[in-house]
Protein backbone atom coordinates (compact mmCIF):
# COMPACT_ATOMS: atom_id res chain seq x y z
CA UNK A 1 0.00 0.00 0.00
CA UNK A 2 1.41 3.47 -1.37
CA UNK A 3 1.61 6.49 0.83
CA UNK A 4 -1.83 8.57 1.44
CA UNK A 5 -1.21 12.45 2.16
CA UNK A 6 -4.13 14.37 4.45
CA UNK A 7 -4.19 17.76 3.96
CA UNK A 8 -5.89 20.10 6.43
CA UNK A 9 -7.03 23.47 6.15
CA UNK A 10 -5.59 25.20 9.49
CA UNK A 11 -3.62 23.83 12.75
CA UNK A 12 -6.85 23.53 14.66
CA UNK A 13 -8.83 21.93 11.64
CA UNK A 14 -10.44 18.86 14.35
CA UNK A 15 -13.47 18.42 11.16
CA UNK A 16 -11.13 17.87 8.67
CA UNK A 17 -8.84 15.58 10.64
CA UNK A 18 -11.93 13.70 11.88
CA UNK A 19 -13.68 13.64 8.11
CA UNK A 20 -10.27 11.77 6.67
CA UNK A 21 -9.68 9.88 9.68
CA UNK A 22 -12.76 8.37 9.10
CA UNK A 23 -12.48 7.21 5.48
CA UNK A 24 -8.33 6.25 6.18
CA UNK A 25 -9.57 4.14 8.80
CA UNK A 26 -11.90 2.49 6.95
CA UNK A 27 -10.03 1.85 4.22
CA UNK A 28 -7.68 0.43 7.40
CA UNK A 29 -4.88 2.17 6.17
CA UNK A 30 -2.28 1.39 8.72
CA UNK A 31 -1.00 4.84 10.66
CA UNK A 32 2.29 4.48 9.20
CA UNK A 33 1.43 4.91 5.70
CA UNK A 34 -0.32 8.46 6.38
CA UNK A 35 1.60 12.03 5.82
CA UNK A 36 -0.44 14.97 8.14
CA UNK A 37 -0.31 18.14 6.87
CA UNK A 38 -1.64 21.17 7.45
CA UNK A 39 -1.58 23.79 4.93
CA UNK A 40 0.99 26.92 4.38
CA UNK A 41 3.13 24.52 7.18
CA UNK A 42 6.72 23.03 5.65
CA UNK A 43 6.11 19.47 4.96
CA UNK A 44 9.45 17.34 4.99
CA UNK A 45 11.92 19.29 2.94
CA UNK A 46 14.05 15.62 2.64
CA UNK A 47 10.75 13.40 1.93
CA UNK A 48 9.70 12.52 -1.51
CA UNK A 49 6.37 14.02 -2.28
CA UNK A 50 3.67 11.58 -2.30
CA UNK A 51 0.65 11.97 -4.16
CA UNK A 52 -2.18 13.65 -2.49
CA UNK A 53 -5.28 11.88 -0.56
CA UNK A 54 -8.23 12.97 -3.20
CA UNK A 55 -10.79 15.03 -1.25
CA UNK A 56 -13.54 12.57 -0.62
CA UNK A 57 -16.94 12.67 -1.26
CA UNK A 58 -19.31 12.83 1.34
CA UNK A 59 -18.49 10.21 3.35
CA UNK A 60 -20.60 7.20 4.69
CA UNK A 61 -21.63 6.74 7.92
CA UNK A 62 -18.28 4.47 9.08
CA UNK A 63 -18.11 1.05 9.35
CA UNK A 64 -17.12 1.42 13.06
CA UNK A 65 -17.91 3.13 16.57
CA UNK A 66 -15.11 4.52 18.75
CA UNK A 67 -16.06 5.97 22.40
CA UNK A 68 -17.59 9.64 23.43
CA UNK A 69 -14.98 9.79 25.55
CA UNK A 70 -12.22 9.61 22.52
CA UNK A 71 -13.58 12.11 20.34
CA UNK A 72 -13.92 14.54 23.09
CA UNK A 73 -9.86 14.04 23.84
CA UNK A 74 -9.37 14.22 20.24
CA UNK A 75 -11.12 17.95 20.29
CA UNK A 76 -8.57 19.19 22.44
CA UNK A 77 -5.48 17.18 21.02
CA UNK A 78 -6.23 18.59 17.44
CA UNK A 79 -5.01 22.14 19.58
CA UNK A 80 -1.99 20.71 20.29
CA UNK A 81 1.63 22.40 18.97
CA UNK A 82 2.94 19.09 18.90
CA UNK A 83 3.43 18.42 15.01
CA UNK A 84 2.86 14.63 15.31
CA UNK A 85 -0.57 15.34 16.68
CA UNK A 86 -2.70 14.31 13.79
CA UNK A 87 -0.79 11.17 13.53
CA UNK A 88 -1.07 10.17 17.31
CA UNK A 89 -4.75 10.66 17.29
CA UNK A 90 -5.52 8.58 13.83
CA UNK A 91 -2.81 5.96 15.59
CA UNK A 92 -5.09 5.26 18.55
CA UNK A 93 -8.39 5.31 16.26
CA UNK A 94 -7.35 2.28 14.81
CA UNK A 95 -6.03 0.72 17.82
CA UNK A 96 -9.74 1.55 19.65
CA UNK A 97 -11.80 -0.16 16.25
CA UNK A 98 -10.86 -3.60 17.58
CA UNK A 99 -10.20 -2.28 21.40
CA UNK A 100 -12.66 0.26 22.47
CA UNK A 101 -11.81 -0.20 25.73
CA UNK A 102 -8.61 0.72 25.35
CA UNK A 103 -9.13 4.35 26.48
CA UNK A 104 -9.90 3.49 29.95
CA UNK A 105 -6.00 2.04 30.29
CA UNK A 106 -3.83 4.23 31.79
CA UNK A 107 -0.81 2.27 31.99
CA UNK A 108 -1.19 2.95 27.76
CA UNK A 109 1.82 5.01 27.01
CA UNK A 110 0.20 6.00 23.89
CA UNK A 111 -3.00 7.10 25.87
CA UNK A 112 -0.88 8.69 28.84
CA UNK A 113 0.30 10.79 25.86
CA UNK A 114 -2.93 11.86 24.56
CA UNK A 115 -4.33 12.51 27.86
CA UNK A 116 -1.15 15.11 28.55
CA UNK A 117 -1.72 17.01 25.55
CA UNK A 118 -5.25 17.36 25.84
CA UNK A 119 -4.00 18.85 29.53
CA UNK A 120 -1.35 21.45 28.18
CA UNK A 121 -4.19 22.51 25.86
CA UNK A 122 -6.59 23.08 28.70
CA UNK A 123 -4.23 24.48 30.93
CA UNK A 124 -3.38 27.11 27.41
CA UNK A 125 -7.05 28.22 27.23
CA UNK A 126 -7.49 28.88 31.06
CA UNK A 127 -4.13 31.15 30.77
CA UNK A 128 -5.56 33.14 28.00
CA UNK A 129 -8.53 33.39 29.95
CA UNK A 130 -6.67 34.32 33.00
CA UNK A 131 -3.70 36.67 31.33
CA UNK A 132 -5.10 38.14 28.57
CA UNK A 133 -5.60 41.93 29.14
CA UNK A 134 -7.07 44.31 27.53
CA UNK A 135 -6.25 48.01 26.25
CA UNK A 136 -8.60 50.70 24.88
CA UNK A 137 -8.06 52.02 21.62
CA UNK A 138 -9.87 54.31 19.49
CA UNK A 139 -10.55 53.89 16.05
CA UNK A 140 -12.90 55.69 13.35
CA UNK A 141 -16.20 53.44 15.07
CA UNK A 142 -15.22 55.01 18.62
CA UNK A 143 -13.85 52.92 21.75
CA UNK A 144 -11.99 49.80 20.80
CA UNK A 145 -10.17 47.48 23.05
CA UNK A 146 -7.23 45.51 21.50
CA UNK A 147 -5.29 42.98 23.61
CA UNK A 148 -2.07 40.92 22.49
CA UNK A 149 -1.50 37.20 23.64
CA UNK A 150 1.10 34.23 22.40
CA UNK A 151 -0.29 30.62 23.11
CA UNK A 152 1.63 27.96 23.03
CA UNK A 153 -1.12 25.32 21.70
CA UNK A 154 -3.81 26.54 18.93
CA UNK A 155 -6.22 27.33 21.21
CA UNK A 156 -7.37 31.48 20.01
CA UNK A 157 -10.07 30.21 17.69
CA UNK A 158 -11.46 27.35 20.40
CA UNK A 159 -11.55 30.51 23.04
CA UNK A 160 -13.25 32.99 20.75
CA UNK A 161 -16.76 31.90 22.33
CA UNK A 162 -15.69 32.68 25.52
CA UNK A 163 -14.38 36.23 25.11
CA UNK A 164 -17.72 37.23 22.79
CA UNK A 165 -20.00 35.99 26.12
CA UNK A 166 -17.85 37.35 28.38
CA UNK A 167 -17.40 41.01 26.37
CA UNK A 168 -20.40 40.83 24.65
CA UNK A 169 -21.18 44.71 24.62
CA UNK A 170 -17.36 45.49 23.69
CA UNK A 171 -15.95 46.34 20.87
CA UNK A 172 -12.59 44.00 20.69
CA UNK A 173 -9.66 42.49 19.22
CA UNK A 174 -7.49 39.78 20.15
CA UNK A 175 -3.84 39.72 18.51
CA UNK A 176 -1.75 36.62 18.25
CA UNK A 177 0.97 35.30 16.12
CA UNK A 178 -1.67 32.78 14.44
CA UNK A 179 -4.69 34.48 14.24
CA UNK A 180 -6.55 37.40 14.91
CA UNK A 181 -10.26 37.63 16.11
CA UNK A 182 -11.92 40.59 15.68
CA UNK A 183 -15.86 41.37 17.63
CA UNK A 184 -18.38 44.56 16.93
CA UNK A 185 -20.97 43.14 19.04
CA UNK A 186 -22.60 41.36 16.66
CA UNK A 187 -20.13 39.17 14.57
CA UNK A 188 -16.93 37.32 14.82
CA UNK A 189 -14.14 37.83 12.09
CA UNK A 190 -10.83 36.23 11.99
CA UNK A 191 -7.61 37.67 10.61
CA UNK A 192 -4.55 36.80 9.83
CA UNK A 193 -1.76 37.07 12.50
CA UNK A 194 -0.44 40.42 13.95
CA UNK A 195 3.06 41.09 15.50
CA UNK A 196 3.26 42.60 19.28
CA UNK A 197 3.69 45.78 17.90
CA UNK A 198 0.03 46.08 16.55
CA UNK A 199 -1.20 46.02 19.70
CA UNK A 200 -0.82 49.33 22.18
CA UNK A 201 1.37 49.14 25.08
CA UNK A 202 -0.51 51.40 27.91
CA UNK A 203 -3.96 52.76 28.26
CA UNK A 204 -5.38 55.33 30.94
CA UNK A 205 -7.02 52.91 33.02
CA UNK A 206 -3.73 50.80 33.53
CA UNK A 207 -2.49 53.74 36.21
CA UNK A 208 -5.31 53.33 38.35
CA UNK A 209 -5.59 48.96 37.87
CA UNK A 210 -1.89 49.34 39.08
CA UNK A 211 -3.00 51.47 42.31
CA UNK A 212 -5.83 48.96 43.08
CA UNK A 213 -3.10 46.05 42.33
CA UNK A 214 -0.94 47.51 44.60
CA UNK A 215 -3.30 48.51 47.61
CA UNK A 216 -4.66 44.28 47.23
CA UNK A 217 -1.37 43.02 47.70
CA UNK A 218 -1.00 40.82 50.52
CA UNK A 219 2.67 40.14 51.45
CA UNK A 220 1.79 37.97 53.47
CA UNK A 221 0.22 35.11 51.80
CA UNK A 222 2.81 35.66 49.05
CA UNK A 223 4.35 32.47 47.48
CA UNK A 224 6.67 33.28 45.36
CA UNK A 225 6.63 29.40 43.55
CA UNK A 226 3.35 28.64 43.34
CA UNK A 227 2.53 32.10 42.00
CA UNK A 228 4.76 31.73 39.38
CA UNK A 229 3.35 27.83 38.88
CA UNK A 230 0.06 29.51 38.16
CA UNK A 231 1.20 32.49 36.17
CA UNK A 232 4.57 31.61 34.55
CA UNK A 233 6.86 34.64 33.63
CA UNK A 234 6.17 34.50 29.72
CA UNK A 235 2.51 36.27 30.39
CA UNK A 236 4.11 39.02 32.52
CA UNK A 237 5.13 41.47 29.85
CA UNK A 238 1.37 41.36 28.45
CA UNK A 239 -0.51 42.72 31.71
CA UNK A 240 -0.05 45.51 33.43
CA UNK A 241 -0.18 44.51 36.91
CA UNK A 242 2.66 42.81 36.55
CA UNK A 243 4.99 44.96 35.66
CA UNK A 244 4.56 45.76 39.53
CA UNK A 245 5.54 42.28 41.10
CA UNK A 246 9.00 42.28 40.91
CA UNK A 247 8.96 45.49 43.43
CA UNK A 248 5.82 44.14 45.45
CA UNK A 249 8.02 40.64 46.22
CA UNK A 250 11.31 43.04 46.63
CA UNK A 251 9.84 44.46 49.41
CA UNK A 252 7.29 41.80 50.65
CA UNK A 253 8.99 40.86 53.98
CA UNK A 254 9.52 44.25 54.84
CA UNK A 255 5.42 45.08 54.42
CA UNK A 256 4.85 41.96 55.79
CA UNK A 257 6.73 42.91 59.51
CA UNK A 258 4.97 45.99 59.20
CA UNK A 259 1.45 44.71 59.43
CA UNK A 260 2.43 42.56 62.02
CA UNK A 261 3.65 45.10 64.16
CA UNK A 262 0.59 47.48 63.34
CA UNK A 263 -1.65 44.86 63.53
CA UNK A 264 -3.12 44.86 67.31
CA UNK A 265 -3.66 48.54 66.13
CA UNK A 266 -5.32 48.60 63.05
CA UNK A 267 -8.68 50.07 62.16
CA UNK A 268 -10.79 50.47 58.90
CA UNK A 269 -7.95 52.18 56.41
CA UNK A 270 -4.82 52.16 54.86
CA UNK A 271 -4.95 49.23 52.29
CA UNK A 272 -8.15 48.52 52.27
CA UNK A 273 -9.75 52.37 51.89
CA UNK A 274 -7.06 52.82 49.27
CA UNK A 275 -7.95 49.61 46.87
CA UNK A 276 -11.29 50.79 47.30
CA UNK A 277 -10.92 54.28 46.22
CA UNK A 278 -9.37 53.01 43.24
CA UNK A 279 -11.88 50.43 42.41
CA UNK A 280 -14.78 53.31 43.01
CA UNK A 281 -12.76 55.75 40.68
CA UNK A 282 -12.51 53.21 38.02
CA UNK A 283 -16.19 51.87 38.12
CA UNK A 284 -17.22 55.59 37.50
CA UNK A 285 -15.80 55.19 33.67
CA UNK A 286 -17.63 52.26 33.50
CA UNK A 287 -18.63 50.98 30.01
CA UNK A 288 -18.77 47.14 30.64
CA UNK A 289 -22.38 47.49 29.19
CA UNK A 290 -24.68 49.86 27.20
CA UNK A 291 -26.42 51.39 30.35
CA UNK A 292 -23.92 53.89 31.10
CA UNK A 293 -24.82 55.92 28.40
CA UNK A 294 -28.24 57.16 29.08
CA UNK A 295 -27.22 56.86 32.81
CA UNK A 296 -26.76 60.42 34.49
CA UNK A 297 -23.72 58.82 36.53
CA UNK A 298 -22.20 55.23 38.37
CA UNK A 299 -24.03 54.87 41.60
CA UNK A 300 -21.19 52.92 43.52
CA UNK A 301 -21.45 51.12 47.00
CA UNK A 302 -21.09 52.88 50.23
CA UNK A 303 -20.32 51.94 53.86
CA UNK A 304 -17.71 51.30 56.19
CA UNK A 305 -15.38 48.68 54.83
CA UNK A 306 -15.21 46.75 57.74
CA UNK A 307 -19.24 45.74 57.97
CA UNK A 308 -20.01 42.44 58.92
CA UNK A 309 -23.33 43.20 56.74
CA UNK A 310 -23.19 43.54 53.26
CA UNK A 311 -26.73 44.40 51.04
CA UNK A 312 -26.96 43.84 47.54
CA UNK A 313 -30.49 45.43 45.63
CA UNK A 314 -30.95 45.38 42.15
CA UNK A 315 -29.68 48.61 40.26
CA UNK A 316 -30.31 52.37 41.12
CA UNK A 317 -33.62 54.15 40.42
CA UNK A 318 -34.49 57.40 38.86
CA UNK A 319 -33.81 58.96 42.60
CA UNK A 320 -30.48 57.25 43.10
CA UNK A 321 -29.19 57.69 39.72
CA UNK A 322 -29.32 61.73 39.87
CA UNK A 323 -27.86 61.29 43.62
CA UNK A 324 -25.45 59.45 43.15
CA UNK A 325 -26.04 56.97 46.47
CA UNK A 326 -27.54 53.79 46.85
CA UNK A 327 -31.00 53.37 48.32
CA UNK A 328 -32.43 56.79 48.54
CA UNK A 329 -35.41 56.95 46.80
CA UNK A 330 -39.11 55.19 48.06
CA UNK A 331 -37.65 51.52 48.11
CA UNK A 332 -34.57 52.79 50.11
CA UNK A 333 -37.22 54.33 52.62
CA UNK A 334 -38.87 50.96 53.08
CA UNK A 335 -35.61 49.15 53.34
CA UNK A 336 -34.46 52.09 56.51
CA UNK A 337 -37.58 51.72 58.16
CA UNK A 338 -37.84 47.95 58.33
CA UNK A 339 -33.91 48.02 59.17
CA UNK A 340 -34.71 50.54 62.18
CA UNK A 341 -37.43 47.91 63.08
CA UNK A 342 -34.69 44.73 62.43
CA UNK A 343 -32.55 46.99 65.12
CA UNK A 344 -30.00 47.47 62.51
CA UNK A 345 -28.06 50.94 62.13
CA UNK A 346 -27.62 51.12 58.34
CA UNK A 347 -24.60 53.29 59.13
CA UNK A 348 -22.90 50.28 60.22
CA UNK A 349 -23.72 47.92 56.95
CA UNK A 350 -22.18 48.09 53.62
CA UNK A 351 -25.13 48.76 50.78
CA UNK A 352 -24.45 48.67 47.25
CA UNK A 353 -26.21 47.19 43.70
CA UNK A 354 -26.04 44.15 41.76
CA UNK A 355 -25.77 47.08 38.61
CA UNK A 356 -24.40 50.16 39.04
CA UNK A 357 -25.99 52.15 36.55
CA UNK A 358 -29.80 52.99 36.12
CA UNK A 359 -31.96 51.02 33.48
CA UNK A 360 -35.17 52.91 32.42
CA UNK A 361 -37.63 53.59 29.80
CA UNK A 362 -38.09 57.32 29.33
CA UNK A 363 -41.70 58.08 29.07
CA UNK A 364 -42.17 61.82 28.69
CA UNK A 365 -40.66 63.68 31.60
CA UNK A 366 -40.31 60.64 33.56
CA UNK A 367 -37.69 57.27 33.55
CA UNK A 368 -39.69 53.94 34.17
CA UNK A 369 -37.34 51.71 35.72
CA UNK A 370 -36.55 48.78 33.33
CA UNK A 371 -35.26 44.97 35.02
CA UNK A 372 -31.30 44.61 33.80
CA UNK A 373 -31.26 41.69 31.95
CA UNK A 374 -28.55 38.27 32.15
CA UNK A 375 -26.11 40.03 30.29
CA UNK A 376 -26.15 43.75 32.15
CA UNK A 377 -26.18 41.61 35.59
CA UNK A 378 -22.96 39.31 34.31
CA UNK A 379 -21.37 42.22 32.73
CA UNK A 380 -21.84 44.62 36.50
CA UNK A 381 -20.69 41.31 38.36
CA UNK A 382 -17.22 41.81 38.53
CA UNK A 383 -18.07 45.09 40.49
CA UNK A 384 -19.76 43.41 42.64
CA UNK A 385 -16.92 40.58 43.62
CA UNK A 386 -14.04 43.04 43.90
CA UNK A 387 -16.35 44.62 46.58
CA UNK A 388 -17.21 41.84 48.45
CA UNK A 389 -13.66 40.74 47.79
CA UNK A 390 -12.16 43.82 50.19
CA UNK A 391 -15.01 44.15 52.19
CA UNK A 392 -15.03 40.28 53.07
CA UNK A 393 -18.08 40.67 55.40
CA UNK A 394 -18.80 38.09 57.60
CA UNK A 395 -22.67 38.02 55.16
CA UNK A 396 -23.91 39.35 51.73
CA UNK A 397 -27.62 39.58 51.63
CA UNK A 398 -29.07 39.47 48.02
CA UNK A 399 -32.31 41.38 47.90
CA UNK A 400 -34.14 40.20 45.18
CA UNK A 401 -33.30 38.47 41.83
CA UNK A 402 -31.38 40.14 40.36
CA UNK A 403 -28.85 40.74 43.23
CA UNK A 404 -29.06 36.77 44.13
CA UNK A 405 -28.36 36.26 40.40
CA UNK A 406 -25.29 38.35 40.84
CA UNK A 407 -24.06 36.70 44.01
CA UNK A 408 -24.35 33.13 42.87
CA UNK A 409 -24.16 33.24 38.97
CA UNK A 410 -27.15 31.81 38.61
CA UNK A 411 -31.28 31.93 38.01
CA UNK A 412 -32.67 31.63 41.80
CA UNK A 413 -36.02 30.90 43.16
CA UNK A 414 -36.41 33.29 46.30
CA UNK A 415 -39.15 31.47 47.85
CA UNK A 416 -36.90 28.46 48.06
CA UNK A 417 -34.01 29.89 49.08
CA UNK A 418 -35.41 32.85 51.05
CA UNK A 419 -34.16 33.26 54.65
CA UNK A 420 -31.08 31.16 55.70
CA UNK A 421 -27.64 31.15 54.83
CA UNK A 422 -26.16 29.85 51.39
CA UNK A 423 -22.67 29.02 50.43
CA UNK A 424 -21.11 31.39 47.77
CA UNK A 425 -18.45 30.01 45.03
CA UNK A 426 -15.88 32.83 46.72
CA UNK A 427 -15.96 30.79 50.28
CA UNK A 428 -18.54 33.63 51.65
CA UNK A 429 -21.95 33.28 52.61
CA UNK A 430 -25.09 34.82 51.55
CA UNK A 431 -28.20 35.53 52.37
CA UNK A 432 -31.55 35.97 50.12
CA UNK A 433 -34.45 38.08 50.82
CA UNK A 434 -37.05 39.87 48.71
CA UNK A 435 -36.33 43.78 47.59
CA UNK A 436 -37.79 45.99 49.22
CA UNK A 437 -40.05 48.17 45.78
CA UNK A 438 -41.79 44.15 45.78
CA UNK A 439 -43.31 45.51 49.04
CA UNK A 440 -44.18 48.75 47.58
CA UNK A 441 -45.81 46.98 44.33
CA UNK A 442 -48.33 45.07 46.17
CA UNK A 443 -51.70 46.24 45.73
CA UNK A 444 -53.55 44.43 48.69
CA UNK A 445 -52.58 46.23 51.94
CA UNK A 446 -53.33 42.83 54.56
CA UNK A 447 -50.32 41.08 51.85
CA UNK A 448 -48.36 44.43 52.10
CA UNK A 449 -48.07 44.49 56.15
CA UNK A 450 -47.72 40.61 56.02
CA UNK A 451 -44.70 40.73 53.41
CA UNK A 452 -43.36 43.96 55.27
CA UNK A 453 -43.60 41.98 58.71
CA UNK A 454 -41.48 39.08 56.81
CA UNK A 455 -39.16 41.36 55.29
CA UNK A 456 -38.15 42.61 58.77
CA UNK A 457 -37.95 38.79 60.51
CA UNK A 458 -35.30 37.95 57.32
CA UNK A 459 -33.20 41.31 58.01
CA UNK A 460 -33.63 40.62 62.23
CA UNK A 461 -32.66 36.85 61.09
CA UNK A 462 -29.58 37.68 59.10
CA UNK A 463 -28.25 40.85 61.38
CA UNK A 464 -28.42 38.02 63.92
CA UNK A 465 -26.37 35.41 61.76
CA UNK A 466 -24.02 37.77 61.06
CA UNK A 467 -23.37 38.82 64.72
CA UNK A 468 -22.54 35.50 65.49
CA UNK A 469 -18.52 34.74 66.24
Known amino acids: MGIRVARLDAPDDFEGWRDAARVLATERVPPDRVIWQVAGHAADLFAEEPPALD ?11 VPKAFVDLAHSVVLHSDPERFARL ?14 DDRADPAGRRLDEMAKAVRRDIHKMRAFLRFREVADEDGERFVAWFEPEHHIVRANAAFFVNRFNTMRWSILSPEVSLHWDTQTLQEGPGAVKADAPDVDPIEAV ?12 RLKVGAML ?9 NMPETALVGELIAGARARETAMIETARAATPGGNV ?14 TRCHLYQPATQT ?17 PGD ?7 PFVGPAGQVFDRAMGEAGIDRDTVYVTNAVKHFKFEPRGKRRIHAKPDAGEIDACRWWVEQERMLLTPKLTVALGATAARSLTGKTVTISR ?9 DGGEGWITVHPSFLLRLPDKVQAEEEYARFVEDLRAAAAYAGKA
Open 55 to 65: PPAPAPPPAFR
Open 299 to 315: VFGEGPLDARLMFVGEQ
Open 417 to 425: ERGRPIALA
Open 319 to 325: QEDLAGR
Open 229 to 237: REMPRKYWK
Open 273 to 286: EGAWAALREEAMGC
Open 90 to 103: YAMLVRLIDQPRLI
Open 209 to 220: WKTYYASIFNPA
